[in-house]
T-cell receptor
Framework: AQKITQTQPGMFVQEKEAVTLDCTYDTSDQSYGLFWYKQPSSGEMIFLIYQGSYDEQNATEGRYSLNFQKARKSANLVISASQLGDSAMYFCAMREFSSGGYQKVTFGTGTKLQVIP | EAQVTQNPRYLITVTGKKLTVTCSQNMNHEYMSWYRQDPGLGLRQIYYSMNVEVTDKGDVPEGYKVSRKEKRNFPLILESPSPNQTSLYFC???????????????FGPGTRLTVL
């Protein structure tokens, strides 16, 4: 079974609207971390936001927020007030505890977001 | 400037010709990792290293080797490349320790490899 599932291969959103990118995960660990990255067409990986499994509040970073529902094992990224520069590929990733520390990282297959003027 | 550098950025080679992709970071990070990115598959971890002389397999290690002789460098070696190793490769680093879970990885710019 996939550890990280992003079910939306592609999405469109109108400029200035909010958009939610879905991410569900599967782990038996109690301690883990969830990350979202943005990859514009230029190819670099840009860190957006982090949520720890023990964090009681949903993470927020500017226009990005993470809707963390631990019981449902979901970590959806919400982008408010979309901008044209938000057009990119978005990846959800999970870091799990393995022998010796938090080394293994699993990425989802990504969601390509296109912002329409 | 804190950064992860990869060389070369683009490489076209032929099947069976050994190659090395270098990765270097200037942030004194203990942890380094290699990923490959393929369309529809996202990023998949190839190898990672917790520190000098400590390496371990990720999810797709077959056909790759790594070494970690110095803290700053983590080269990826393809001893006999095949066309199915055509991909975009990323190197990444991050600190470890108590804050290790929360720290994001810093990614290099990527190396686009084509094996004919």
């Amino acid at each position: 079974a996939q550890k990280i599932t992003q079910t939306q291969p592609g999405m469109f959103v109108q400029e200035k609207e909010a958009v939610t990118l879905d991410c569900t995960y599967d782990t038996s660990d109690q301690s883990y971390g969830l990350f979202w990255y943005k990859q514009p067409s230029s190819g670099e990986m840009i860190f957006l936001i982090y949520q720890g499994s023990y964090d009681e509040q949903n993470a927020t970073e500017g226009r990005y927020s993470l809707n963390f529902q631990k019981a449902r094992k979901s970590a959806n990224l919400v982008i408010s007030a979309s901008q044209l520069g938000d057009s990119a590929m978005y990846f959800c990733a999970m870091r799990e505890f393995s022998s010796g520390g938090y080394q293994k990282v699993t990425f989802g297959t990504g969601t390509k977001l296109q912002v329409i003027p | 400037e804190a950064q992860v550098t990869q060389n070369p950025r683009y490489l076209i080679t032929v099947t069976g010709k050994k190659l090395t992709v270098t990765c270097s970071q200037n942030m004194n990070h203990e942890y380094m990792s290699w990923y490959r990115q393929d369309p529809g598959l996202g990023l998949r971890q190839i190898y990672y290293s917790m520190n000098v002389e400590v390496t371990d397999k990720g999810d797709v290690p077959e056909g790759y080797k790594v070494s970690r002789k110095e803290k700053r460098n983590f080269p990826l070696i393809l001893e006999s490349p095949s066309p199915n190793q055509t991909s975009l490769y990323f190197c990444a680093s991050r600190p470890t320790g108590l804050a290790g879970l929360r720290d994001t990885q810093y990614f290099g710019p990527g190396t686009r490899l084509t094996v004919l």
